[in-house]
């Protein structure tokens, strides 16, 4: 059963500055690893999808990486804000049926 | 383009009671997911719809739970009776393709708290 991991379980920024979460899965056969983001009493709102056989995507502020053979990925944030403020989550599916998502980052960006 | 739509957004029932989720999905999306989000932890799958044949309810508590996904469009989620344990938020996602290869899109949650 694939078990992901995410560290910090929760991290404080000030505004402006750069930051990085961290992922780690223990299957490697993955499909393609997700980001998402969640606000208090919100859904979850998707961020990144890297497909399997490509190393990073990149959506403005936000880069993330996947290195399938250490079993890793990590989030990038430049220039943290204020409204950055949420827990991003990470999900990665192996087989056809279930997706399995970390506990979270809480991050808190203070200004 | 609308997205994920869910109802109720909150709900508060005792124990033993019996509660009902909606869910309706970006259109023409084949395949929907329930998810349940225990406060702190990251979604479970509880049920996979493709259409409306269910894929996947292994982790679905069969003893009290019930889904269903009539015309391959909208679903409910039912729990009868409710325990304690069951307070959690309960999330419906959806995907264009089959399987977990593209992009979940997530509806706000319905949020139950059993009393």
């Known amino acids: 059963k694939q078990e992901v991991t995410q560290i910090p379980a929760a991290l404080s920024v000030p505004e402006g500055e750069n930051l990085v979460l961290n992922c780690s899965f223990t299957?490697?056969?993955?499909?393609?690893l997700q980001w998402f983001r969640q606000d208090p009493g919100k859904g979850l709102t998707s961020l990144l999808l890297?497909?399997?056989?490509?190393r990073e995507q990149t959506s403005g502020r936000l880069n993330a990486s996947l290195d399938k053979s250490s079993g890793r990925s990590t989030l990038y944030i430049a220039a943290s804000q204020p409204g950055d403020s949420a827990t991003y989550l990470c999900?990665?599916?192996?087989?056809?049926?279930?997706?399995?998502f970390g506990t979270g980052t809480r991050l808190t960006v203070i200004p | 383009e609308a997205g994920v739509a869910q109802s109720p957004r909150y709900k508060i029932i005792e124990k033993r009671q019996s509660v009902a989720f909606w869910c309706n999905p970006i259109?023409?999306?084949?395949?929907l997911y329930w998810y349940q989000q225990i406060l702190g932890q990251g979604p479970k799958l509880l049920i996979q719809?493709?259409?409306?044949?269910?894929?996947?309810d292994s982790q679905l508590p069969k003893d009290r739970f019930s889904a269903e996904r009539l015309k391959g469009v909208d679903s409910t989620l039912k729990i009868q009776p409710a325990k304690l344990e069951d307070s959690a938020v309960y999330l419906c996602?959806?995907?264009?393709?089959?399987?977990?290869?593209?992009?979940?899109?997530f509806g706000e949650g319905s949020r139950l708290t059993v009393l």
């Open positions: 890297i497909q399997s056989s490509q």
């Open positions: 999900a990665a599916p192996t087989g056809a049926n279930n997706l399995f």
């Open positions: 996602a959806s995907s264009f393709g089959r399987e977990f290869t593209g992009e979940l899109f």
């Open positions: 299957d490697s056969a993955i499909y393609n």
């Open positions: 259109s023409g999306h084949a395949t």
């Open positions: 719809f493709q259409n409306n044949g269910v894929v996947d």
